[in-house]
């Protein structure tokens, strides 16, 4: 996986004002391709779970209950140097900051309701793409993948 594969969320703000379609589109026009794609909504111990790099840090239980406050769309894309290319995408984390045309520019709210999570190194996307997909959720240009 590493190097050519990515996790993103579409957080509950940006699901909640319409915005799937607008972003897959952005996604998928930036050359990725979607591998493993999902809507669910996170209970707070698996949203904990998730974030728990942050537990110790102030915002930690308003990121869990914006997080828990509806559904996500999760998804695992492919592209080479899928985590930096990603990251060009959606852009800073404040949406003040952020460049035009990135993802969290147009659709964010608000640092914390900033439209998309987008993994910050390979590690990190293997981690958080294990955390939502099963092997057999993947599926790769041969079919569906399979463990081992």
């Known amino acids: 996986m590493s190097g050519n594969r990515t996790f993103t969320m579409i957080k509950p703000v940006a699901v909640k004002n319409g915005h799937i379609g607008h972003i897959l589109n952005k996604i998928t026009d930036a050359g ?9 909504k996170l ?3 698996r949203a904990k779970a998730f974030y728990g790099v942050h537990n110790d840090k102030p915002f ?7 997080m828990t406050s509806g559904p996500i769309v999760a998804a695992i894309l492919e592209k ?10 959606i852009g ?6 952020a460049e035009e045309g990135t993802i969290r520019k147009e659709f964010a709210i608000s640092m914390q309701e900033n439209a998309v999570h987008g993994s910050d190194s390979d590690e990190n ?3 958080e793409s294990n955390f939502f997909f099963s092997f057999d959720e993947r599926y790769n240009q041969d079919g569906f993948e399979e463990l081992g």
Do not use: S
């Open 32 to 40: 990725f391709r979607i591998v493993a794609m999902k809507m669910t």
């Open 43 to 45: 209970c707070v111990t």
């Open 60 to 66: 930690f239980e308003d990121l869990v209950k914006f």
């Open 80 to 89: 080479e140097n899928a985590v930096e290319d990603y990251r060009k995408l």
């Open 92 to 97: 800073a984390t404040n949406p003040e900051k």
């Open 125 to 127: 996307a293997e981690m």
